[in-house]
Nanobody, 123 residues
């Protein structure tokens, strides 16, 4: 079992930045590929970014390329998402997810999920 707890969400103006964190506990963090997903009210959960177990490989949704950066610190058992140039359409609950062998970007292939953190971007 892996337990995931997100933090760092909040209210920010358009053009601003936020850094989300996801603290992991339980099994060895470095065994797991990690990802961020988000879900806005009335919409399906969508992929944001993914990172390999080592951090050597990353993958982004097209709408986030160049604005968001996913990273991890295996020594601290923590996943991050740096979000810059935020837009109102980025407003959503952001979830981190973990799996030993996911299909990157496909939400149902991730076994472990956090409870989510709300990000609200005002115009």
């Amino acid at each position: 079992q892996v337990q995931l707890v997100e933090s760092g969400g909040g209210l920010v103006q358009a053009g601003g930045s936020l850094r989300l964190s996801c603290a992991a506990s339980g099994r060895t963090f470095s065994n797991y590929a990690m990802a961020w997903f988000r879900q806005a009210p009335g919409k399906e959960r969508e992929f944001v970014a993914a990172i390999s177990w080592s951090g050597g490989s990353t993958h982004y949704a097209d709408s986030e390329k160049g604005r968001f950066t996913i990273s991890r610190d295996n020594a601290k058992n923590t996943l991050y998402l740096q979000m810059n140039s935020l837009k109102p359409e980025d407003t959503a609950v952001y979830y981190c997810a973990a799996d030993e062998d996911p299909e990157s970007g496909t939400y149902y292939t991730y076994d472990y999920w956090g409870q989510g953190t709300q990000v609200t971007v005002s115009s």
